[in-house]
């Protein structure tokens, strides 16, 4: 089975402080990773993915996550964070092959004080 | 422009009655999925369909139908609606391989009184 685990649900920071928002996942293969962002009453929008090849990968807005695989993690970092970063941010998990089921942790809640 | 749609953005509902999410996507996708978000909760897959005229049953379908008529299109349908599916309902589409990114709709907000 697969799965993915946020275990922060909150996470509060000040503005220009660093960021890691931890992603544990558990699947037997090599999965496709994602984080997302959503923003307040709107759709998530894709912020980097990762399938293989280097294991620190960019994304938008200066966001890069690093896959692990001895410690099953993709936790997502950010060097210095901007109240606009304040948002909900989802780990997902996809299986590779034709089957496109898509994986969701419950969210991070991430809180940038000024 | 927006290239994943839902209809109507918000809606109240009375117990018992017939509820129908629309989404609409222009994208030229073959996957499209319906998920549930409550408040605090992260997304729960209630159907997909990976092809016009088929839908799939997600980890939550009790409730709910799903009906697919043509690529762009895909409804989700709650015949009887309860209090428990109050909630925000999302739609997405990607393309076949599972290595894709998913676009989501800016999602549908149910009230069941």
């Known amino acids: 089975a697969q799965s993915v685990t946020q275990p922060d649900a909150r996470v509060t920071v000040s503005e220009g402080a660093s960021l890691q928002l931890r992603c544990k996942y558990s699947?037997?293969?090599?999965?496709?990773l994602f984080w997302y962002v959503q923003y307040p009453r709107q759709g998530l929008q894709l912020l980097l993915k990762y399938y293989s090849g280097d294991p620190v990968v960019q994304g938008v807005n200066s966001f890069e996550a690093e896959f692990s695989k001895s410690n099953s993690s993709f936790h997502l970092q950010k060097a210095s964070v901007h109240w606009s970063d304040s948002a909900v941010y989802f780990c997902a998990l996809s299986r590779g092959g034709s089957n496109n089921r898509i994986f969701f942790g419950d969210g991070t809640q991430l809180v940038v004080k000024p | 422009e927006a290239a994943v749609t839902q209809s109507p953005r918000s809606k109240v509902a009375v117990t018992g009655g017939k509820v129908t999410l629309s989404c609409h996507q222009t994208?030229?996708?073959?996957?499209m999925y319906w998920y549930r978000q409550d408040t605090g909760h992260g997304l729960r897959l209630i159907h997909y369909?990976?092809?016009?005229?088929?839908?799939e049953k997600g980890d939550i379908p009790d409730g709910y139908k799903a009906s697919r008529p043509s690529q762009e299109n895909f409804s989700l349908i709650l015949e009887l609606a309860s209090l428990s599916q109050t909630a925000v309902y999302f739609c997405?589409?990607?393309?076949?391989?599972?290595?894709?990114?998913?676009?989501f709709g800016e999602g549908s907000r149910l009230i069941v009184v």
């Open positions: 997405a589409s990607t393309e076949q391989n599972s290595g894709n990114t998913l676009y």
């Open positions: 699947y037997s293969a090599t999965p496709y």
């Open positions: 994208n030229n996708h073959d996957y």
């Open positions: 369909s990976y092809v016009a005229d088929s839908t």
